[in-house]
């Protein structure tokens, strides 16, 4: 399957990250960049069933406060 990152900025002024394509915590670690630079609070994962199987596709939710 094909890796790839999606960035949403909502019309609230925060930005939803979501990978797919990525196994256990590989999704983290691809999107950690990203949150970084778009955050100026706390970070707010949603971690999907996928991501406590390593054997499967992982997908992430990830809400960015913008700034």
Do not use: P, W
């Not at 196994?23 to 983290?28: F, S």
């Not at 100026?40 to 971690?47: A, L, S, V, Y």
């Amino acid at each position: 399957m094909e890796k790839r990152i999606e960035i949403l900025c909502k019309s609230d002024g925060t930005f939803e990250i979501e990978a797919f394509g990525f196994e256990g915590n590989g999704c983290e670690q691809a999107t950690r960049e990203f949150e970084e630079i778009l955050s100026n609070d706390e970070i707010q994962r949603k971690r999907k069933q996928e991501y406590f199987n390593v054997n499967t596709t992982t997908h992430q939710s990830t809400n960015v406060k913008g700034g």
